[in-house]
């Protein structure tokens, strides 16, 4: 405070005075910018405020984007796993026997498939049909009478 | 350029402390009345456009260097602050500009070394280019051409201090800026900005008579 004292005994301005000066100076350049310039500002503010904010959709969509891929990660691993490969559902296990508990090989019931029973049934037409011949060389000789 | 650290206060003499202290406590007529808060981020940008200029202008002495500075501050302030609330806006928008600025200025420096060494260099402070000047059309012609000579000095004497120093005084000065947000602006506490500030004043007392 005493050296703005000072300043105004020596006749040099204050600094309100600085201040006020050149907001009065720089409030008429403002008010005469030219119209090119002015033309060019409108037209930036413009093209500002119809820009979308950068970070607006990257936060909608980063949260649903990173758990998407979080589930696909989790169905791949539990998809291509080695252990979920042989499911007890699959063909190729329902033709394999199962073992039991035990390990006693001669208790195992083959678990077979309802086609393979078809070729059940045919062995034993099979079996019927190879008891046929001596009932067929029977019958000839007495139709011979 | 003078460039002063940002954060940490700088060391300032008894006698610069002491204007310090003087501004803080007559820092109300140094600011405008506060101008009122805008409702939208368009408005806002509206509002401060030609002071921004005006400022960039000042500080680069090219008006078309100023406008894209400003353009580009106008982008990244909706782009990256357009949810923060209006009260933030004015120190957010003001201190990209500054960093905007600072970035011309010391690619500037750096072209005019290149410049200086394949000999092609010209000083810009010392010639003053061409300028496309709009027709007057006002009732007074002889006193804007007196508004210009005059924002012309002040731009000079301006110019002339260090860029700490310049951004406080249009900051808090030509821009109306409290303390806070000044400090928010430039990135420094506020004791730095009054003390930036009393040395712009005491630079620029002895130029005030060509500003008239």
């Known amino acids: 405070m005493n050296e703005m004292h000072e300043n105004i005994l020596n006749g040099l301005p204050g600094d ?4 006020s000066r050149a907001r009065a100076i720089f409030r008429t350049a403002c008010e005469q910018a030219d119209s090119y ?16 904010p950068a970070h607006g959709a990257l936060k909608v969509w980063a949260p649903l984007a990173g758990a998407a891929a979080c589930c696909a990660l989790v169905i791949g691993v539990v998809w291509l796993h080695p252990a979920n490969r042989l499911q007890p559902s699959s063909p190729i296990a329902m033709a394999t026997p199962a073992v039991s508990s035990q ?19 045919d062995l034993d037409f099979y079996r019927w049909l190879a008891a046929q011949p001596a009932m067929a060389s029977a019958t000839p000789a007495g139709s011979g009478r | 350029m003078h460039e002063t650290t940002d954060v940490e206060p700088i060391p300032a003499s008894g006698a610069a402390m002491n204007a310090a202290a003087a501004l803080e406590t007559a820092s109300a007529p140094l600011t405008e009345s506060a101008r009122p808060v805008a409702a939208t981020i368009e408005a806002f940008l509206a509002s401060v456009e030609r002071r921004a200029w005006r400022v960039a202008e ?20 909706v782009r990256h602050y357009s949810a923060k609330p209006a009260g933030e806006w004015p120190p957010l928008f003001w201190g990209i500009l500054r960093r905007r600025i600072t970035d011309l200025q ?15 260099a010209t000083n810009d402070d010392d010639e003053e280019l061409p300028a496309w000047e709009a027709p007057d059309l006002g009732p007074d012609p002889s006193r804007a051409l007196a508004s210009r000579q ?29 303390v806070a ?32």
Do not use: Y
């Not at chain 1, 309100?16 to 201040?19: L, V």
């Not at chain 2, 000042?58 to 302030?77: G, K, S, T």
């Not at chain 2, 005059?150 to 800026?177: D, W």
């Open chain 2, 150 to 178: 005059a924002h012309a000095a002040m731009s000079k004497a301006i110019r002339a201090l260090p860029r700490r120093q310049q951004q406080a005084f249009m900051l808090r000065v030509l821009e109306g800026l409290d």
């Open chain 1, 37 to 52: 310039h002015t033309l060019r500002l409108g037209l930036a503010r413009r093209k500002a405020s119809s820009a979308r």
């Open chain 1, 103 to 121: 390990g006693d090989a001669d208790e195992a019931i083959p678990d077979v498939a309802s086609n393979q029973m078809e070729v059940v049934q």
């Open chain 2, 181 to 212: 947000d000044t400090a928010k602006a430039m990135g420094c506490s506020a004791g730095s900005v009054k003390t930036h500030l009393s040395r712009a004043m005491d630079a620029l007392r002895t130029q005030l008579e060509d500003w008239r």
């Open chain 2, 58 to 77: 000042i500080a680069l002495h090219d008006p078309d260097e100023a406008l894209d500075a400003v353009q580009d501050a106008m982008l990244r302030l």
């Open chain 2, 106 to 120: 010391r690619r500037r420096t750096v072209r005019n070394r290149i410049l200086v060494w394949t000999g092609r």
């Open chain 1, 16 to 19: 309100d005075e600085i201040a």
